[in-house]
């Protein structure tokens, strides 16, 4: 440092330019103003095949602290355990290698949503090649200073509770029960959905996709399912002000039992470790422990009030949701959660789309001068015209439309169009044809 400096010195001043000053003034409030984390965990298992990552030392720039971030996750399995440990161990370094390197906090936190999608199904491909069936939803939280970014498939859910007492769902629930949107999109892609049948055709328990029987339209996993059960995450990403927030992230056992303002009420003013073990009890108390039952509790707070966050007087009024900034236009999730009642919270980013050419955009990542390309997914580098081209067209693809999307190796374009049931449509055209 004292090296650099010293070179510094002997050179003439020069002007920099006011971009940069605008620039360093912007970061040097980022790392003054940067929110202190506390967390709690608790959790009881009934199946053992909930995991949860506590991860607080991450760093964008290996070596240095003031770039440092943390990231907080759920894995609800089924059908076994292994898919959940594997999304636990693989999945944030997935994620981070698909954000280019060298980029400026700004840059890295606006890549965050496209990586998180890539590093998702990066993930759910490695484990498919493991040949094990298992499933897992993942909740998977990413916290650097006050943005909030949180992706995830299935049903476990984060949901942020702000000074004013307002709560919101920061995910959205990829249970086929639920959600119309997913059900259409399942069938769409060739997947069929209804009840369980029982003898004399009496249909009983939540929608189910088949064949396999899932009650999920996304997950990581879940190989023998069928590929229209996507590991595609609904990614939303919003920044607090200043005031603070607690996200509570849960298992499906916490939120088959409480509402998401009934557990953000049972512990409101606790400190997160408490809160956390307060949640699950209240969760056990009127059902008994039916599922595995597994909470985190992150608090943001301000670094000049480090205290717990106070219970709020009263609830907000309506009034708040005009407090609301919305600043993304690139929201298409429909019929979901609303952030809108949140006051002073600005929404960055929300996309739920299954559709890959939707969520990598087409100028990403960059490619190299070296002529080699690398996949927007699992980051190979392939030569151009080893495999399928960049612009692939029919020729290319049985898609009838040219996928719009960046760069995919051949494996990566193989599961995009199993995916999105590309071939599954074209069999049946030959069937009709025929
Ligand atoms: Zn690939």
Redesign the pocket.
Known sequence: MSQIKDLNMRTKPQLVPLGTLIGRELRKEDSVGKPTIKYGQAGLAKKGEDYFLIKTDCERIPGNQSTSFSVFGIFDGHNGISAAIFTKENLLNNVLSAIPEGATREEWLQALPRALVAGFV?TD?EFQQKGETSGTTVTFVVIDGWTVTVASVGDSRCILDTQGGVVSLLTVDHRLEENVEERERVTASGGEVGRLNLCAGNEVGPLRCWPGGLCLSRSIGDTDVGEYIVPVPHVKQVKLSNAGGRLIIASDGIWDTLSSDIAAQACRGLPAELAAKLVVKEALRSRGLKDDTTCLVVDMIPCDHPVVLPTPKKKQNSLTSLLFRRKSLNSTSKGTNKLSAVGAVEELFEEGSAMLAERLGKDFPLNSDSGIYR??????DQPPGDGLSVNSGPFFSPSSKPWEGPF??T??RKKKDAMEGVWKKLNRNRVGRF
């Open positions: 990066r491909i996949c927007a997914i699992c980051q190979v995919l190796c494996n990566c």
